[in-house]
């Protein structure tokens, strides 16, 4: 038995997060909220035993995790090109009040979340899936045994709450993750499983 658990976290705000654009790959900064939304992620984690940081290449995410990783006396984040959030293609940088004057309908999926939008130009449902779900298998098999804290994106962290709920991937969740907000995991012989309990028991 040579398990990892993996807690996948939201990054921290930016100020596109405020504005309401979809940023997609489109690299932009956390803002000052979202430097303190990493410092509390930090406090949230003092106790949990992570033994390393991983990120997303993107710099919302990075810089959320240069953060918990300094606070928490960890070694630099390492970053992996498959947690990168969904392309959304042609609609990133739009904001969303100028998307729905051109577009109401493809709007209207993005709020929803909808995991069956298409966006032109961009990532499919499957091959987004499949990277982000490849990464963490990846990640899970370099640290048997170990905790790993991951900083990723919400549609990132979509794909797992629906996996590890054997959710199909067009399942609708409910509700958007938040900055800072987490779902962890269990991988084992390139299998993931829920372990929501890892925090909550440290």
Known sequence: MN???ICLARHGETDWNKRGILQGWTDVPINDL??????AMAQAYAQAGFHAVWSSPLVRAF????????????PPPRMHEGLKERHFGAIQGIPKDELAEHNPAQLAQILRRNPAAQFVGGESMDDFADRVLGAVIDIGGGHPNQRVLVVTHGWVLDILN???AALPRHAVLP????????VCVRVEDQVISDARQFLDGQ
């Open 175 to 182: 509700e958007k993750p938040k900055n800072g907000e987490s």
């Open 34 to 39: 979202g430097r303190q939304q990493a410092q």
């Open 63 to 74: 810089e959320t995790a240069q953060i918990i990783a300094a606070t928490l006396q960890l």
């Open 3 to 5: 398990p990892a658990l």
């Open 162 to 164: 629906r996996h590890v």
